[in-house]
Antibody, heavy 122, light 107 residues
Framework: QVQLQQSGPGLVKPSQTLSLTCAIS??????????WNWIRQSPSRGLEWLGR?????????DYAVSVKSRITINPDTSKNQFSLQLNSVTPEDTAVYYC????????????WGQGTVVTVSS | DIQMTQSPSSLSASVGDRVTITCRAS??????LAWYQHKPGKIPQLLIY???TLQSGVPSRFSGSGSGTDFTLTISSLQPEDVATYYC?????????FGQGTKLEIK
């Protein structure tokens, strides 16, 4: 059974960097058949896909246009986890952040982390 | 980018009713569409993928249909535990955009 365990601060000051980590068990961040995603949810925007990282002989990333200039998603193969960094945050980035897996053949988000409430406030 | 539009944005129905939610893509996405259920304070759950394939463990009262640009999620007999917000998501190519959500309540 795949499990995703999120960690990171729940409060970030405006203009600073939001950093979250998602630790994977039951699968591998280097899997050739999985992709590792970050999604956020807020009352005003609903669910918003932010981006993904995946390995297919080399590492690839895709990002949502709305955050493309500010986001980085990185794998950490030594710890079997992946991370989200969102720079220059504003109160608009206040949301519940989730990590989630996509597996080839299903191609939808089948396993999710527990969610992290992140508030951007001074 | 392809936009995903759901209707209605909110819906109130009685227990036992048949409920239908629609999702329209601004361009054709074949059957690369998923539906999720999100209850307050819970993790979103995958209901349907490939437009009509039921995820393991999901009750059979849920079904999906459609291809190209028009898709539907149907609950054949609404149950109290189905109160949630439902989202469609396209995944033919990045970005994997969600619809804006449909909030379902019991009348």
């Amino acid at each position: 059974q795949v499990q995703l365990q999120q960690s990171g601060p729940g409060l970030v000051k405006p203009s600073q960097t939001l950093s979250l980590t998602c630790a994977i068990s039951g699968d591998s961040v280097s899997s050739n058949s999985a992709a590792w995603n970050w999604i956020r949810q807020s009352p005003s925007r609903g669910l918003e896909w932010l981006g993904r990282t995946y390995y297919r002989s080399k590492w690839y990333n895709d990002y949502a246009v709305s955050v493309k200039s500010r986001i980085t998603i990185n794998p950490d193969t030594s710890k079997n986890q992946f991370s989200l960094q969102l720079n220059s945050v504003t109160p608009e980035d206040t949301a519940v952040y989730y990590c989630a897996r996509v597996i080839a053949g299903k191609d939808a988000l089948d396993f999710w982390g527990q969610g992290t409430v992140v508030t951007v406030s001074s | 980018d392809i936009q995903m539009t759901q209707s209605p944005s909110s819906l109130s129905a009685s227990v036992g009713d048949r409920v239908t939610i629609t999702c329209r893509a601004s361009q054709g996405i074949s059957n690369y569409l998923a539906w999720y259920q999100h209850k307050p304070g819970k993790i979103p759950q995958l209901l349907i993928y490939a437009a009509s394939t039921l995820q393991s463990g999901v009750p059979s009262r849920f079904s999906g249909s459609g291809s190209g640009t028009d898709f539907t999620l149907t609950i054949s007999s609404l149950q109290p535990e189905d109160v949630a917000t439902y989202y469609c998501q396209k995944y033919n190519s990045a970005p994997y955009t969600f619809g804006q959500g449909t909030k379902l309540e019991i009348k």
